[in-house]
């Protein structure tokens, strides 16, 4: 009777859970079936499923002007941002997770004071700067931006992975007469890779989703970036191209979740699995 | 705390020697390790930082912009802001708006997590799987998704809410009032910080023990009880966190109102603090009124992350 009663309320929250995965998921699924809707079926009564699948809209949005210099410019400020980003935070946040030093506090206070700066906040000094130096509308001008916001979550977020690590492997590598600097090539680097990685994918993702300061920095069409690109997709004109908007919006969002979902599993189980467990 | 390969019992004279020396060499290596970041951010932030003190000093429109060079008025900037009815509604409103958009994914972030405990292995990872999605969808592209399903000609959700005969939605506008676009941008907002919510606070669950919870359901508590006095109080600190970091975020959040309600149908009724100063820098061209609610902005931000940062530093402590 009891062992009944577990079985039903179990299968309620499991249907309860399904519930709620469809509806979360609804956006992203109209998004995706939309953007393979032909436009008779987008401009109708909705549909569950594209019914006569096209590939159209993708062209079209391909098509429209400034797409690829939007991917462009977007790749560009992303990847510079991402490698200068992580190459100084790494420095930090060896220094932080393994030394003890005055003023290390306070440090650690900026890291994560920075963060919560408002963008919005920031905006318009940054841009009176950026205009005295002539770097209002240029990559450069929004690379250096996005570092502010980069750098100290990086350092941040490396510092966890770097923590994670035992000491005892170091310590130990280091009695069998390594070097410091021996210890952290062979040890350390190799257990840090996946945070490295997963960090830089996450800044990655900061980084091509931003908009604010794209958005306010980059006037010339040919400069803006990805997100900015398709948040003009539908302009003034009184004719929305639905179909066009959401196969755009999915060749946008394509790339960081993606991403996103190989870090999720980097995260889960890349740390020290094997080191520690070996 | 600090790393001690030092710990090595000292033998010859020697190794005395040779520590002392790698002992000096090691108190500078923190501080060249974290140089490049505090001379970038610094180089970076450091003076927009001081010229948004200067320029809210101002007088700074397109002439002095392109002069580069603004009148000094004192605090004329911000008298003249802080007697702006505008500037009062804006901020009650961003209150109310912040408020309930914290409180609504908080509730609704932590039933889920609670819900991710009793549903069968396939069903949590089915559920994991959809919020990392929604996690990864980037905000602008959310917001067109968003568009394009209220639309009021063709919009999916008029299409359901009729047929699940809610009521007449034929053709109705979500974008008619302030309080439905601002509702709109809400309903956008908390299905994008849902998911980050959830895996914090199912990861915080973890640490439930799980003897605790049978003792208590042998003791005959009920399920309410059982989270008010066991399980709450582990998920405390995992709760203050994330709810100080949704205000902070929420408080100060542009993209989604900006591009949601759009560019042409941002007027007083529906400011919110960033659009706001973004429509008085920008749109008025009076970068020194806007300097100083940024001002007023950051400074209110920044008393709010004093405990989450404390929060963090003491998470930073103890490991």
């Known amino acids: ?59 079209d949005a391909i098509a429209r ?44 206070v900026l890291v994560i004071g920075i963060q919560m700066l408002p963008a919005a906040g920031l905006i318009i000094p940054l841009y009176i700067v950026l205009a005295r130096y002539g770097q209002v509308n240029s990559l450069t001008g929004l690379i250096v931006t996005y570092m502010t916001f980069v750098l100290p979550f990086s350092v941040w977020t490396l510092r966890g992975f770097l923590i ?78 639905w179909g066009g908007l959401m196969a755009g919006s999915t060749l946008i969002a394509v790339p960081v979740v993606v991403f996103f979902l190989l870090v999720q599993r980097k995260i889960a189980f890349g740390l020290t699995a094997g080191a520690v467990k070996a | 705390m600090a790393s001690s390969a030092v710990g090595i019992a000292p033998g010859s004279r020697r190794r005395r020697r040779r520590l002392t020396w790698s002992r000096v060499a090691r108190g500078s290596t923190p501080y060249l390790l974290i140089a490049p970041v505090v001379v970038v951010t610094g180089a970076i932030l450091g003076y927009p930082i001081y010229k948004l003190v200067t320029l809210s000093l101002q007088r700074y429109g397109l002439e002095e912009l392109i002069q580069r060079k603004g009148t000094w008025i004192g605090l004329d900037n911000f008298s003249s802001v802080l007697q702006d009815p505008i500037f009062w509604h804006t901020l ?57 399903m209220t639309n009021f000609h063709n919009g999916v959700l008029n299409h359901l809410l009729t047929q699940a005969r809610v009521g007449d939605f034929f053709q109705h506008d979500w974008y008619g009032s302030p309080l ?44 309410w009880r059982t989270f008010a006095d066991v399980t709450f109080p582990i998920l405390k600190p995992v709760l203050l966190i994330l709810t100080s970091l949704s205000i902070i975020w929420d408080f100060s959040v542009f993209t989604q109102p900006f591009l949601l309600i759009g560019r042409s149908h941002i007027e007083a009724a529906n400011y919110l603090m960033g659009i706001y100063l973004y429509t008085e820098a920008y749109a008025n061209s009076d970068f020194g009124r806007g300097a100083a609610i940024s001002l007023l902005m950051v400074l209110t931000v920044a008393g709010m992350s004093v405990f989450y940062v404390r929060q963090m530093l003491r998470i930073g402590d103890v490991r």
């Open chain 1, 1 to 59: 009777m009891r062992r009944r009663g577990r079985l039903t309320s179990r299968l309620a929250w499991n249907a309860v859970g399904l519930a709620v995965t469809v509806v979360l998921v609804f956006p992203v699924y109209w998004m995706i079936s939309t953007a393979f809707k032909s436009e008779d079926e987008v401009n109708g009564n909705p549909t569950w499923l594209p019914l006569h699948p096209t590939l159209d809209h993708f062209r």
């Open chain 2, 92 to 148: 009650g409103r961003t209150a109310v708006f912040t408020i309930a958009n914290v409180g609504l994914t908080m509730v609704i972030g932590t039933l889920l997590a609670l819900l991710l405990v009793r549903v069968s292995r396939f069903v949590r990872i089915l559920l994991t799987a959809g919020l990392v999605l929604v996690w990864s969808m980037p905000a602008v592209v959310a917001v067109q998704v968003w568009y394009w």
């Open chain 1, 164 to 241: 994670g690590i035992p000491k005892e492997l170091e310590e130990a590598a280091m009695v069998d007469g390594s070097s410091r600097l021996g210890a952290f090539v062979r040890i350390l680097l190799p257990l840090v890779a996946p945070g490295l990685v997963a960090t830089s994918v996450f800044a990655f993702i900061t980084a091509w989703n931003e908009f604010i300061f794209a958005y306010v920095l980059l006037n010339d069409q040919s400069k803006q970036t990805a997100t900015v690109w398709l948040s003009y997709f539908y302009g003034t004109s009184r004719h929305v191209d």
């Open chain 2, 180 to 223: 439905s676009q601002l509702s709109m941008a809400t309903t956008l907002i908390v299905w994008a910080g849902i998911p980050f919510v959830v895996i914090s606070v199912y990861a915080g669950l973890a640490q439930v023990p799980g003897e605790l919870l049978e003792a208590a359901a042998i003791d005959g508590a009920r399920p």
């Open chain 1, 65 to 108: 002007p400034f797409f690829w210099d939007g991917i462009r410019n977007s790749v560009i400020v992303v990847s510079v941002t991402v490698a200068l980003s992580l190459v100084l935070a790494f420095l930090a946040a060896i220094a932080l997770a393994k030394f003890r030093f005055t003023g290390r506090k306070l440090f650690i």
